[in-house]
């Protein structure tokens, strides 16, 4: 079984389209992330949800927009897609998050956009 | 959060041990020193962390120093699969802003057979 998983895997789409990532985690966790890592591998998180309540919203676009629908899911919507937006987006869950050490992380979803 | 400073890559041959520095000389009282690896196109896993003593898991052994301002990261017999890259990150254990995890780049770690 896959702890966290994420769909699509890889995603390739033309600039100024509007697409979503979905995340789902079978842990029973309370809390997930999104993250993202660009070309130059910087890893950065933009998001954090807890019990479906956002708990941190980094520096990221308005185009952006996480959703989540129960604790087991958190989707990630991009709006009018530029070509930075190009990296790999990971989801992650944590039980509490207040002890970040045990992040489980999701596969990945490479977003290109041309 | 205190900075860390890793060497960008290292080198081990297959079933040597692999041991992996971090220096974090600014170190507060309560902050705990974590270890993540990210294999190549994978998500980051967490590996172990330790807030003063050593410890040790099914994975890696993590050896603080007495003054808390290094540690280092030990795979015992380090396998061809443990190449990847390996983050060290400082976090304080709890409190309302630290519910991020800030990365670094990293030590890229090539296991050579």
């Known amino acids: 079984d896959t702890a966290v998983s994420q769909t699509p895997k890889y995603l390739v789409t033309q600039m100024g389209n509007d697409k979503s990532i979905k995340c789902e985690q079978n842990l029973g966790h309370d809390t997930m992330y999104w993250y993202k890592q660009d070309s130059k591998k910087f890893l950065k998180i933009m998001f954090s949800y807890n019990n479906k309540e956002l708990i941190i919203n980094e520096t990221v676009p308005n185009r952006f927009s996480p959703k989540s629908p129960d604790k087991a899911h958190l989707n990630l919507h991009i709006n009018s897609l530029e070509l930075g937006d190009s990296a790999v987006y990971f989801c992650?869950?944590?039980?509490?998050?207040?002890?970040?050490?045990?992040?489980?992380f999701g596969p990945g979803t490479r977003l290109t956009v041309t | 959060d205190a900075k860390t400073t890793q060497p960008p890559s290292m080198d081990c041959a297959e079933g040597r041990a692999a041991n992996l520095p971090c220096n974090h000389s600014t170190i507060s009282g309560n902050e705990y020193v974590y270890w993540y690896r990210q294999i190549h196109s994978q998500g980051p896993q967490y590996i172990i962390h330790g807030l003063k003593n050593n410890e040790t898991n099914e994975m890696a052994s993590l050896i603080i120093t007495e003054d808390r301002k290094s540690s280092t990261l030990i795979l015992p017999h380090a396998t061809l699969r443990d190449t990847a890259v390996y983050y060290c990150i400082v976090r304080a254990h709890s409190g309302g802003s630290n519910y991020k995890l800030t990365f670094g780049k990293g030590t890229l770690l090539t296991v050579n057979p």
């Open positions: 992650a869950s944590s039980q509490d998050p207040r002890i970040p050490y045990e992040q489980y």
